[in-house]
């Protein structure tokens, strides 16, 4: 099946230090990738959607300024946690969808945030 | 908006048995795919089923199968003959058709299933 790399697994970072996090998918080309955010014992929030070659699309309520987005090529998304704080800390998702399959969308295996 | 209800925040069933988890969802569209997803320990989000909405058979994988109730926009999952492995947090998934940035996943907020030995 498919596979969605997504590194590191987890970090710590001091609070004001900027974080990236990367999201790869190994043996398909993603035209869209996902980025989430789950709280511990809550559900996946959606942050953001973005497309390959243009700007993200960010959810309500979400600081686009604050969270980077980088879709530069059909395999590799970041998200970068600019300026990090403490309520940042969080897991972070991302999922793939490959190319023409709108019905499947495969999952990295998280990044657990922590901001001291 | 669409969204997605999970009534039950946790379940417990007996090894061997079967249990139901319920999920609800509300939106206008006519065709759209639902998704039960599963997350244990590992946090590792894996894919249980999928029912497309204009397929009126229930979707079954081995052990899994679902109640799609179109009118009453409900999608209920059954695990028969539960194992250990089974527990987890399970998550009922909504997402329209079409491609791009409307195409996202939207997720119920879990339940979390125990299986007693």
């Known amino acids: 099946g498919a596979v969605v790399s997504q590194h590191p697994s987890w970090v710590i970072c001091k609070s004001g230090t900027s974080v990236k996090i990367e999201c790869r998918s190994l043996?398909?080309?993603?035209?869209?990738m996902f980025w989430y955010r789950q709280f511990p014992k809550q559900s996946l929030m959606l942050m953001a959607t973005?497309?390959?070659?243009?700007?993200?699309?960010?959810e309500q309520g979400v600081e686009k300024d604050k969270f980077l987005i980088n879709h530069a090529s059909l395999t590799l998304s970041t998200l970068t946690v600019t300026s990090a704080h403490p309520e940042d800390s969080s897991f972070y998702i991302c999922?793939?969808?490959?190319?023409?399959?709108?019905?499947?969308?495969?999952f990295g295996s998280g990044t657990q945030l922590s901001v001291l | 908006a669409q969204t997605v209800t999970q009534s039950q925040p946790e379940m417990s069933v007996q090894e061997a048995e079967t249990v139901t988890l319920s999920c609800t969802y509300d939106?206008?569209?006519?065709?759209?795919?639902l998704f039960w997803y599963k997350q244990p320990p590992s946090r590792q989000m894996i894919l249980v089923i999928r029912?497309?909405?204009?397929?009126?058979q229930n979707a079954t994988e081995n052990r899994f199968s679902v109640n799609f109730q179109k009118a009453a926009k409900s999608f209920s999952l059954k695990i028969s003959d539960s194992q250990l492995g089974d527990a987890a947090m399970y998550f009922c998934?909504?997402?329209?058709?079409?491609?791009?940035?409307?195409?996202?996943?939207?997720f119920g907020t879990g339940t979390l299933l125990a299986v007693q030995p």
């Open positions: 043996d398909f080309q993603a035209t869209t």
């Open positions: 999922s793939a969808r490959p190319a023409g399959v709108e019905e499947k969308l495969f």
């Open positions: 998934a909504y997402s329209p058709l079409g491609s791009g940035a409307t195409n996202k996943l939207i």
């Open positions: 973005s497309n390959e070659g243009s700007k993200a699309t960010y």
């Open positions: 029912q497309e909405a204009y397929k009126q």
């Open positions: 939106t206008s569209e006519s065709d759209y795919y």
